[in-house]
C-alpha cells in the first residue's frame, strides 16, 4: 500500500479529469491526471518509468496528481495538482512519443502545467516542449528551487530541536542527481558537514568534490551517523522496518513520497525523529514553476522561504498530538482547498 493510499489522501472527490493516451505506432500509452483546479490550473511533472501494468500506471498517477494538489495548497500557489505518466518499454519511440504528449497537453489550454520528474529526460521535455507552451525545461532552476526548499525545512528541523541553524549539523544526502546536488550544495552554504551517496561513484564524487563533502556508500546513507537525513532520489525509503536503525534525528529531503506507507510515518513519530513530509519540503520546484507561469511573480524565492513557516506549524502540530505530521500537513492542505470551493 502506498504512503498516500495508507494515509486516505485518495479519499474525497476523484480526479476532475483522467486522460488515457494511446499511440501503438509510437509505442506510446501515457496518463494525465487533472486532481484540481480549485486553486488554479493543475500542476505536475511527467513521470516515465516501467509499469507493470496500466493498472499501476494509473494509481501512480492519480497518487501523485492528488498529492501535488496537497502540496501546491501547502505552498501558497494558485494551483491544484496534476500528474502524467508515461509507459517506458524497449518499444517506446521517444522523441516521437513526447512530442505527441506535448501535443495533448498543449490541447489542454493550460489547464495543465508540466515539466520534468523521475525518468523523464531534458531531450523528453524539449520534444515536448517543440509542441506545447505549457512544459517547463529549465531543470536547473527548478533543482535549485528544491534544494532552497529543503534547506529552509531543514531549518525548522533545527528550530524545533533548538539549534542554532544548520552550522556544524551532519547532514546526509540521498541521491546526486540534478535535485540531490542542490539540496546537498544548499546545505554545505549554510555550515553544514555535508555526505553524499550516489549509485554512481562518480557522480557522488564530482558533487563531493565541488562542495567540499565527503562520500558515503548507497547501501549506509540511510544509516550513517549524522544529525539529519536527506533523502533526494527514489521514494518509499524509509519503512517501518528500518527506523529503528536510523542514526539521525531529523529527516527532510527532496525526493517524493519518502515514507513507504503510515506505519513508517507512525514508527519516525514514535522515536521522535523529526520529518517535515515531502509535501513541504520538495515543494521548491512548483512554486518555481508556477510562481513564475501562472502567479507572475518576479521573485520566488519568498514563497520559498515561507516553507520553513509551514514546516514549523506541521512540526508544531505533530509534537502534540499522537499523529503524525503528514497527518497534519494534509489537514492543513485540505483546509485551504475547502476554503476555496
Known amino acids: ?11 474525497g472527490p476523484p480526479p476532475e479529469r483522467v486522460l488515457r493516451i494511446e499511440e501503438p505506432d509510437l509505442g506510446l500509452v501515457a496518463f ?7 486553486l488554479g490550473p493543475a ?15 494509473l494509481a501512480d498517477a492519480r497518487r501523485l496528481a492528488r498529492s501535488m494538489t496537497h502540496k501546491c495548497a501547502l505552498g501558497g500557489l494558485d494551483a491544484g495538482g496534476g500528474k502524467a505518466v508515461v509507459m517506458d518499454h524497449p518499444g517506446l519511440r521517444r522523441a516521437e512519443a513526447f512530442a505527441e504528449l506535448g501535443r ?11 515539466a520534468g520528474d523521475l525518468g523523464t529526460t531534458d531531450e523528453d521535455l524539449a520534444a515536448m516542449a517543440a509542441h506545447t507552451r505549457y512544459v517547463h525545461t529549465d531543470t536547473g532552476s527548478l533543482a535549485g528551487a528544491v534544494g532552497r526548499g529543503v534547506l529552509r525545512c531543514a531549518e525548522a528541523c533545527a528550530d524545533a530541536a533548538g539549534r542554532p541553524g544548520l552550522t556544524g549539523l551532519r547532514v546526509a544526502v540521498q541521491g546526486c542527481g540534478d535535485i540531490g546536488a542542490a539540496v546537498a550544495e544548499a546545505m554545505a552554504g549554510a555550515g553544514a558537514e555535508v555526505w553524499v551517496a550516489d549509485l554512481d561513484e562518480a557522480r557522488a564524487s564530482a558533487v563531493a568534490d565541488r562542495i567540499g563533502a565527503g562520500v558515503v556508500s548507497p547501501r549506509e ?15 518509499d525509503v524509509i ?24 506505519a513508517a510515518h507512525d514508527a519516525l513519530h514514535r522515536r521522535e525523529v523529526l520529518f517535515v513530509p515531502d509535501l513541504v519540503s520538495s515543494a521548491g520546484a512548483v512554486i518555481e514553476g508556477i510562481g513564475r507561469t501562472v502567479m507572475g511573480l518576479s ?14 506549524l506541521v512540526l508544531e502540530d505533530a509534537a502534540g498530538s499522537d499523529e503524525p505530521p503528514i ?15
Open 104 to 114: 495533448r497537453v498543449e490541447a489542454l489550454r493550460g489547464d495543465f502545467r508540466t
Open 221 to 235: 546513507v540511510l544509516f550513517a551517523d549524522v544529525d539529519l537525513l536527506a533523502p533526494c532520489a527514489v521514494g
Open 43 to 57: 500542476a505536475g511533472g511527467v513521470r516515465t518509468t516501467a509499469y507493470a501494468s496500466e493498472d499501476d500506471a
Open 239 to 262: 519503512r517501518a522496518s528500518n527506523v529503528g536503525q536510523l542514526r539521525a534525528w531529523a529527516v527532510c529531503g527532496g525526493a517524493n513520497h519518502i515514507c513507504a506507507d503510515r
Open 1 to 11: 500500500m502506498t504512503s498516500d493510499a495508507a494515509l486516505g489522501e485518495l479519499d
Open 327 to 341: 497527518v497534519h500537513a494534509v489537514r492543513r492542505a485540505r483546509a485551504r482547498l475547502e476554503r476555496a470551493r
Open 299 to 312: 521573485d520566488r524565492g519568498g514563497l520559498i522561504d515561507l516553507l520553513r513557516q509551514t514546516a514549523r
Open 32 to 38: 494525465v491526471v487533472l486532481d484540481s483546479t480549485a
